[in-house]
């Protein structure tokens, strides 16, 4: 510990060790009040019309919107959205590591506001990837002592720690100093520090970016078994479609700044629109113009080969037929598509920005 305590003292730390060790701090600070709001009716988070803007003027940006939103206890919720949507100012906002406009945060019931230290003692967090550890210390030594500093005794967590440790495949480096591994191993230093510290909520920004394919497959099956075992909530931004379609309960999609969507995986990918890939010799630009343009499609999109692929829902699929045989357009091919979340995602998006005329 004297190791680690010397390391806090260091001037460089990263943006993210910061933020993380002053999560701990709190939760260190206030071990009397991380009995509050343990009621299980009540949300593991709750925001209530969250605001941010930066700048001010014509350059000002409203990074995030007037969200609110609760996530359940034991739930993984994916937070999803296009680059510069608002997903890392909306977590940094419920961490308090950036001050927001207006809006309130509730962590297990605690008002952030209020009894910051109560509330932030039941958080962890990984943001911006590796940089979260104690580089000096060995592996080991960061899971020992991020579980100390969570509230937990290490010797007792001391299996779960050597489990996440194979699982990761860093048995062989337990007793190696963080900062002499690679880029990806750094990063499983901190999911597994993470996710064994014993938090009741953590918040993940990006967990499985730079990691290994077998590392991703663990991280999933890590999440998930800790949900459902401890009753850990996730809370996690990822670009990753597949890690989000594994392990997310439901997913909230960010645009602009405001939830576009808020929903199972599931719910979301059986939609009622039907995606479709038409292939005509006589598709010009003026055609895949005017159906974007005239007829109700969320989306019309021009293939490499020349076909072009459209989303529409019942009625716009009338309307899109009609409109080819008025233009005397002949299809040469209809093909249903069954369309990932990926593509959800980016309809969702493209509508979104069309509804507010960007
Ligand atoms: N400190 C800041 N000062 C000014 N503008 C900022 C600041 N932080 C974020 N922004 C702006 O706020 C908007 C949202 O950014 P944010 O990083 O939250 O998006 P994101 O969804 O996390 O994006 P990404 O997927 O690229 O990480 C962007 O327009 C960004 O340029």
Redesign the pocket.
């Known amino acids: 510990m004297g190791t680690a305590r010397r390391c806090a003292r260091r001037r460089h730390l990263g943006v993210s060790l910061r933020v993380r060790y002053e999560l701990l701090r709190r939760a260190v600070s206030a071990p009397s009040d991380r009995v509050t709001g343990k009621e299980p009716s009540v949300p593991a988070v709750s925001v209530d019309g969250l605001r941010k803007r ?2 001010s003027g014509p350059d000002a ?1 409203t ?2 919107d007037g969200v609110s939103f609760d996530v359940e206890r034991g739930s993984v919720v994916g937070l999803l ?12 906002s419920i961490l308090g590591t ?1 001050l927001p406009d207006t809006g309130a945060v509730r962590i297990m019931g605690v008002d952030v506001h209020e009894a910051p230290r109560a509330a932030y003692a039941h958080v962890d967090a990984m943001l911006e990837g590796a940089r979260n550890d104690y580089w000096r210390l060995t592996v080991r030594e960061n899971l020992r002592y991020f579980a100390t500093v969570g509230g937990v005794d290490p010797d007792s967590v001391a299996d779960r720690h050597d489990r996440l440790l194979d699982r990761l495949d860093l048995t062989d480096k337990a007793d190696e100093p963080v900062r002499n591994l690679s880029r990806g191993m750094k990063q499983k230093v901190s999911l597994a520090s993470v996710l064994a510290g014993g938090a009741d909520v953590v918040f993940l ?2 967990p499985t970016l730079g990691l290994d394919v077998a590392s991703a497959r663990t991280f999933r099956a890590e999440v998930r078994r800790l949900a459902a075992e401890t009753g850990l909530t996730v809370l996690l ?1 990822s ?1 990753d479609m597949d890690v989000v379609e594994a392990v997310c309960d439901r997913v909230i999609v ?1 645009a602009d ?1 405001r939830i576009v969507a808020d929903d199972a995986p599931g719910a979301l990918l059986r939609d009622d629109d039907h995606r479709l890939r038409l292939a005509s010799p006589a598709f010009d630009d003026d055609t895949v113009r005017a159906l974007g343009d005239r007829v109700a499609v969320t989306r019309v999109e021009r293939l490499d080969d020349g076909r072009i692929e459209v989303t529409v829902d019942t009625e716009g699929l009338y309307a899109l037929m009609d409109a080819l045989r008025r233009r005397d357009v002949p299809l040469t091919e209809v093909r249903s598509v069954d369309p990932g979340l990926d593509d959800v995602l980016l309809d969702l998006v493209d509508e979104a920005e069309r509804g507010s005329g960007a």
Do not use: C, Y
């Not at 959205?81 to 940094?92: E, V, W």
């Open positions: 930066f700048g940006v990074a995030v959205g296009p680059n510069g949507a608002g997903k890392t100012t909306l977590i940094k950036v920004d990006e931004s670009h960010v700044g």
